[in-house]
């Protein structure tokens, strides 16, 4: 007898759920549906690369082009072990809504390369890299699809993939990929931009269910680039972060984690393994601690029918894509729990990559205060949207996002017509 576990479902599959829902409340025609549930374009190549030993080795390179409507496509790059195609366009068709609910002028993508970059060098890194992007120079690029930083993957991976790219053109393309280096065209703001607006819209939703932050107890799940800046911003909110964790396990420290101790830690030991300023948990136990938010910043499928029965948070606000499963959200919202869904909850870091395109085709940079607020300014007012939405048609904010950006992808589509 085989058992299905939660993981073993369909990434892409649950993430269609989420989409029916909302395009049921639309009424959207059946052929605009099929529309929206088929990938533009899904690439698979190989990337063979030679290790520092002088072996050669071949890694599976994936780019899915979800969806062009608003604009080019736009979507990060993911180096994980557990990368294939189904999660990959599952990525691309988050992309595509992500952009639309925060108004961008942009279509969805996400790509990825199937490795661990823990166990491979600085130099196979590059390898791996330069091969990644000259398999792609033509169908990426300012106007075509524009890939930026994901799960694995940094600033200095960006600066490489800029480079292959503009030696192929022969010219230089900073406006070919976003989250690069501020001093080869990236923008101020970008790192921390996700995990800024993960912040910013928990304490404006705070703010509305009469939440202080000086009560606040939050618990961050993951601690890579996007969890230990929001963690960092609740902190300096008044909030007290009680639990965090990363691949090591789970912290908890009822009185406050001392955040900036435990980000120097986790930089100077590449983890948090062996962090003694809170109490050692495993990581499922980490989610089910009592908070009054819970922002999983991880991967997808943490939030489950097995434990979200067990959850015991007030809100949840979404940093990583896909971190509830259809039928955890289905129990959430029969508790009460309050989700702000991760196409608007992660929106930061995509809306900040709009700037740097912005920024890289006008050779004119900003300050980081203006790019700040700018963020604050784009991510707010659609918030407001779609709460207004969430109320109007009494629905969840998740579905009141669906609908937002689901609408505003058919009228660009109906506008433009369909090519057919
Ligand atoms: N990988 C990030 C995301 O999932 C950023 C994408 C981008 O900036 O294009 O939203």
Redesign the pocket.
Same mark, same amino acid.
């Given at each position: 007898m085989t058992t299905t576990t939660v993981r073993d479902v369909s990434v892409f599959g649950d993430a269609m759920a989420y989409f029916e829902e909302a395009a049921s409340l639309l009424n959207l025609e059946l052929g605009i549906r099929a529309l929206l549930t088929h990938p533009s374009r899904q690439i698979i190549f190989a990337i063979p690369f030679q290790r520092d030993n002088g072996s050669l080795e071949v890694y599976t390179g994936y780019r899915v082009q979800y969806n062009f409507a608003r604009g080019p496509a @736009?979507?990060?790059?993911?180096y994980h072990p557990g990368v294939t195609l189904d999660e990959v366009t599952a990525?691309a068709f988050?992309?595509t809504w @992500?952009c639309a609910v925060v108004d961008l002028p942009?279509g969805g993508a @996400?790509g990825g390369v199937t490795c661990d970059p823990g166990n491979l060098s600085p130099g196979e890194l590059e390898r791996i890299t330069r091969r990644y992007a000259a398999e792609l120079v033509e169908v990426v690029g300012p106007d075509k699809d524009?890939? *930026?930083?994901?799960?694995g993957t940094t600033p200095q991976i960006m600066a490489w993939f800029m480079d292959t790219y503009s030696m192929h053109m022969r010219t230089s393309v900073p406006g070919v990929v976003?989250?690069k280096p501020v001093e080869i065209g990236g923008s101020a703001g970008?790192v921390e931009a996700?995990g800024r607006g993960v912040s910013l819209l928990a304490f404006e939703e705070m703010r509305h269910l009469g939440i202080a932050p000086g009560d606040a107890r939050v618990v961050v799940q993951g601690f890579g680039n996007v969890g230990s800046v929001a963690a960092k911003m609740f902190a300096a909110g008044g909030c007290k972060v009680i639990g965090i964790s990363d691949i090591s396990g789970g912290y908890v420290n009822r009185n406050g984690i001392d955040v900036a101790g435990a980000t120097a830690y986790a930089q100077e030991h590449h983890s948090l393994k062996g962090y003694r300023g809170g109490e050692h948990v495993s990581n499922e136990d980490l989610l089910e601690v009592e908070c009054d938010v819970l922002v999983p910043a991880a991967l997808e499928k943490v939030l489950t029918v097995e434990n979200a029965e067990r959850i015991r948070a007030k809100l949840i606000v979404e940093a990583a894509?896909g971190p509830t499963t259809p039928e955890a959200d289905h129990i959430l919202q029969r508790k009460g729990t309050v989700i702000v869904p991760d196409i608007i909850g992660? *929106?930061g870091?995509?809306i900040?990559?709009?700037f740097e395109w912005v920024q890289d085709r006008q050779g004119y940079f900003w300050r980081e205060s203006e790019v700040n607020e700018r963020l604050e300014d784009l991510l707010l007012t659609n918030f407001r949207r779609v709460r207004e939405v969430a109320l109007a048609r009494k629905v969840p904010y998740r579905t009141a996002a669906y609908v937002v950006a689901i609408e505003r992808v058919v009228r660009s589509m109906k506008m433009r017509g369909v090519y057919a």
């Open positions: @736009k979507g990060g790059i993911r990525l988050w992309m @992500k942009f @996400k524009v890939p *930026a930083p994901d799960v976003t989250g970008r996700t894509n992660n *929106a870091g995509v900040v990559s709009y």
